[in-house]
């Protein structure tokens, strides 16, 4: 199955493919020459990962490598007390959710820090948004903290109720693109913004959708959606670099 396919049959009260079924959807069935990928789509763009497989993080680093973006990470240890290294992932997620850490002072001074690194390396390239996570806390399988952390930046990056200066609002406004890797994560991230509906116009290859947001406050972006475990080493370079 394609990704679309996959969230659409994990969360069909979400994602609408808005596709005559009768359509055949493009898709690149030759391998691309990589020197098609080393100039970007006009506009600015924004990726988002969270995904552990070792092909998306060697993706990335192509992307980086090829100047195509840079990468921002976001040392997840930073929001957490120490202490909760010891404790199993359910209980760091349900200790914080109950204490209502997501919406104190601490937590939005951490986030802040964060947003302002983001829209600092925005301003003069593409980003991509990648977690950094220590041992002790990635064989606890922390996914459901990164994805609320990571959907907290994205909120608070497109809402802009964070006070930021009129030039940073002007450099989030001027995102065109979103990439966004990962079924779960492409799911928090669009509802965090208030997306239920996308229009997917074809594939740049199995398992990389691409498309626009038809609602939300993400209305008019283009979307790109890649499985975490999807493509050759030069995947994301395509995403970059695919005009539609």
Do not use: W
Not at 38 to 56: D, E
Not at 149 to 163: A, G, T
Not at 174 to 181: A, E, P, V
Not at 192 to 211: C, F, M, N, P, W
């Amino acid at each position: 199955l394609g990704l679309v396919d996959s969230i659409k049959k994990i969360f069909t009260e979400f994602i609408h493919k808005n596709l005559d079924e009768n359509i055949n959807v493009p898709v690149y069935k030759k391998k691309i020459p990589e020197s098609l990928y080393r100039k970007p789509c006009s506009g600015k763009i924004l990726g988002v990962s969270a995904s552990r497989y070792t092909i998306t993080a060697l993706q990335i680093k192509r992307a980086e490598k090829s100047n195509l973006a840079r990468t921002v990470k976001i040392n997840i240890r930073d929001f957490l007390d120490p202490k909760m290294e010891e404790i199993s992932d359910k209980e760091i997620f349900t200790n914080l959710s109950n204490s209502g850490y997501f919406n104190s002072s601490e937590f939005k001074i951490i986030l802040g820090k964060n947003l302002k690194t983001i829209i600092s390396v925005l301003k003069d390239s593409n980003v991509f948004i990648v977690p950094e996570v220590n041992k002790k806390l990635r064989e606890k399988k922390i996914e459901k903290i990164i994805l609320k952390i990571f959907s907290c930046i994205f909120s608070e990056l497109f809402s802009q109720n964070y006070s930021i200066s009129a030039q940073e609002k002007n450099i989030c406004r001027d995102i065109k693109r979103l990439i966004l890797i990962g079924g779960e994560t492409s799911f928090h991230l669009l509802k965090a913004l208030g997306t239920r509906t996308v229009q997917v116009k074809g594939k740049i290859e199995s398992g990389i959708d691409y498309g626009f947001i038809l609602d939300g406050q993400l209305v008019g972006k283009e979307l790109l959606i890649k499985g975490g475990s999807v493509g050759d080493k030069c995947a994301i370079n395509q995403m970059i670099c695919h005009c539609f």
